[in-house]
């Protein structure tokens, strides 16, 4: 570990789709070091918003206060964004059954896609 570091790159992909897998993980103080939080950014009202949306169910309003508690992180700049991942898809419309998974394509449940008995893929 280094502690004199100013600056690093790093990248992550979710591990579910709630937002908690962001700002919790990657920003709580409970989380310093190796367990996610690698820039040790801390701000107690930050914490404040995080831990009481982790407590509510309703997901309206644990949305409201990940996006406030994310409005401060961007305000302090505990990430610099410099890109976002990005996939384009292409599906043919005899593929039945192929639902893309709200994390991308690689977590996409592939079990009930078919393809129509009477299409012809061009090119296979």
Known sequence: ENSTTAFYRMGW???YADPDNFMTVRLSRDYWGPKGNYSRFSHPEFEKLINRAREIT???ERVK????????AVEEAAWLFIYYYGEEMLLKPYVKNFYPAPQGDYTSPMW?????????????
């Open 13 to 15: 992909i979710a591990d």
């Open 58 to 60: 309703d997901m309206e």
């Open 65 to 72: 206060l990940y996006q406030q508690a994310e409005e401060i």
């Open 112 to 124: 009930n896609v078919s393809m129509e008995a009477d299409a012809t893929p061009v090119g296979l």
